[in-house]
């Protein structure tokens, strides 16, 4: 009994942290985004870019080149991944996307490179970068005949439009903007602008209460849930309520509570760019850039989206919401699974498997990356320490290749959106190139400086060749790609 509820204290206390810490300001702009995505722009302009149709040579380098430019985890990719597959990307360039941006996006190669130094840093660019197109290709070379049949069911409700309103633009580009005012660690978005001092006593005698509720060591990685998360949490519940009355039939119109829950969506962020610090007798809240990044942003949203018809901005919340239905229940279910796990696997364990580079070592790496799942940013201060402790640098590339990529909570949320018969093909080539980049990188690592090279080659030859082979047989078949 005792160990089924230290589980399920694991579990809640994973979730809540969670909640408390990333759901607002990366992945609520990030649905909106994927609505917008859905609702507002033309299959055309998805199509032209990173259709099936498109020629590899430009569709994977824009799909990478639109990743590298997002800082966010894993759990806030997703949503938009979600976005551009249903509105006609093809699986390949869809998939280099969801592979690369959590993986190569700018933030997580700069903090990789201040904490692990800069040649691990290239080395995560570079592998990432070959193996999300790597596995794009593949997996649209796999299932090719999946992908032409999702090309043709396409939803193509707008594709009317030659190209995406001026309203749908500025709404999209505002979305972006929030996304980035609300994620980004820079200055001017973390200077301190004011402070003001509100006297609550219970303040500190309840951040106290949180912390024995949900214990955590800062060192693995692992964090508590503050007193201001504690209040993200009851308005996310609000935003909850609200919405469910709100949104289920907005295509049929608004009413009290749709607005309801927007403006609790909108209070929310603002309140989650605050910082609040509880001290004896009194609470600081500090106002920083953040929070007027968030304040402007919102404003731009609403600006724009005043402008569109009724039946743009319906559309875009029901498909924001309907994002929501299909994937944070999911996202729920697996941060709280993983949060039980945890209590299980010791860290101990993996270090003293991956202090060789080996297959072993590597293909461990790659399964603490699924069961241990840090934000992103976060997984490198772990990485670090699992450094310190002897990991070797080969197996500590596989586990951040693979941390923010198969976690179990995005492998249930992938699976709703491409069915699990792909999420299973993904998985697999992400897990196989991982240990592959773990060995690679180990073996250069180690001074065998021909044998890495001879490994890059095998898997290049490998990967286009058969992509190659494939482009031919769709020349010579058309009728059946």
């Known amino acids: 009994m005792e160990f089924m509820l230290g589980l399920l204290h694991g579990g809640l206390g994973s979730l809540a942290s969670y909640l408390a810490a990333h759901v607002l300001l990366c992945l609520m702009?990030?649905?909106?985004?994927?609505?917008?995505?859905?609702?507002?722009?033309?299959?055309?302009?998805?199509?032209?870019?990173?259709?099936?149709?498109?020629?590899?040579?430009?569709?994977?380098?824009?799909?990478?080149?639109?990743?590298?430019?997002?800082?966010?985890?894993?759990?806030t990719i997703v949503p938009l991944f979600a976005g551009i597959y249903k509105k006609g990307a093809g699986v390949g360039p869809a998939i280099t996307?969801?592979?690369?941006?959590?993986?190569?996006?700018?933030?997580?190669?700069?903090?990789?490179?201040?904490?692990?130094?800069p040649e691990f840093a290239v080395a995560r660019l570079l592998l990432s970068l070959l193996f999300g197109v790597g596995i794009g290709l593949l997996m649209s070379q796999i299932f090719w005949r999946d992908d032409a049949n999702h090309d043709a069911q396409t939803d193509t409700l707008f594709a009317q439009q030659a190209t995406m309103a001026p309203a749908a633009l500025g709404v999209?580009?505002?979305?972006?903007?929030?996304?980035?005012?609300?994620?980004?660690?820079l200055w001017p978005l973390t200077t301190t602008v004011a402070t003001v001092d509100v006297p609550l006593a219970w303040a500190q005698t309840w951040q106290a209460t949180l912390f024995e509720w949900v214990p955590f060591d800062a060192t693995k990685g692992e964090e508590g849930v503050s007193l201001q998360g504690s209040i993200l949490i009851g308005l996310l519940l609000l935003i909850a309520a609200t919405a469910w009355r709100g949104l289920e039939n907005i295509v049929e119109g608004a009413n009290r509570w749709t607005w309801l829950a927007l403006s609790l969506a909108a209070s929310t962020l603002l309140v989650a760019a605050l910082r609040l610090t509880p001290g004896p007798g009194n609470l600081e809240v500090a106002l920083?850039?953040?929070?007027?990044?968030?304040?402007?942003?919102?404003?731009?949203?609403?600006h724009f989206a005043q402008q569109l018809p009724g039946e743009d901005w319906r559309a875009?919340?029901?498909?924001?919401?309907?994002?929501?239905?299909?994937?944070?229940?999911?996202?729920?279910?697996?941060?709280?699974?993983?949060?039980?796990?945890?209590?299980?696997?010791?860290?101990?364990?993996?270090?003293?498997?991956?202090?060789?580079?080996?297959?072993?070592?590597?293909?461990?790496?790659?399964?603490?990356?699924?069961?241990?799942y840090f934000p992103t940013l976060v997984e490198v201060p772990v990485a670090r320490m699992f450094l310190?402790?002897?990991?070797?640098?080969?197996?500590?590339?596989?586990?951040?290749?693979?941390?923010?990529?198969?976690?179990l909570q995005s492998m249930l949320m992938v699976a709703a959106v491409i069915g699990r018969t792909k999420t299973v093909a993904y998985v697999g080539l992400v897990a196989v190139f991982s240990i592959c980049a773990?060995?690679?990188?180990?073996?250069?690592?180690?001074?065998?400086?021909?044998?890495?090279?001879?490994?890059?080659?095998?898997?290049?030859?490998a990967v286009f060749g058969s992509t190659w082979m494939w482009f031919k047989h769709r020349q010579h078949h058309p009728a059946s790609a």
């Not at 994927?34 to 020629?55: D, E, Q, V, Y």
């Not at 999209?172 to 660690?185: Q, R």
């Not at 773990?438 to 030859?461: E, I, K, N, P």
């Open 288 to 302: 920083t850039g953040r929070v007027f990044g968030v304040a402007m942003t919102l404003w731009a949203v609403w």
């Open 388 to 407: 310190d402790l002897g990991m070797h640098r080969g197996p500590l590339l596989a586990y951040l290749m693979a941390d923010p990529e198969l976690s």
């Open 172 to 185: 999209l580009l505002s979305l972006v903007g929030l996304l980035i005012a609300g994620t980004l660690k």
């Open 97 to 117: 996307f969801l592979f690369f941006a959590p993986a190569g996006n700018i933030m997580a190669l700069a903090y990789t490179g201040s904490i692990l130094g």
């Open 29 to 75: 702009p990030a649905f909106f985004i994927a609505g917008a995505m859905a609702a507002l722009i033309p299959k055309a302009s998805i199509t032209r870019w990173l259709g099936r149709n498109t020629s590899a040579f430009v569709s994977y380098p824009a799909a990478a080149a639109a990743g590298s430019l997002i800082a966010v985890c894993s759990c």
């Open 316 to 372: 875009w919340l029901w498909e924001a919401w309907r994002f929501v239905k299909q994937i944070f229940v999911l996202l729920v279910a697996g941060v709280f699974i993983v949060g039980m796990v945890r209590q299980v696997i010791r860290p101990e364990w993996i270090e003293s498997l991956a202090g060789s580079n080996t297959v072993t070592a590597n293909a461990v790496a790659v399964g603490f990356g699924v069961f241990m």
């Open 438 to 461: 773990g060995l690679l990188y180990g073996t250069w690592v180690d001074g065998r400086v021909w044998q890495a090279l001879a490994m890059v080659l095998v898997l290049v030859v």
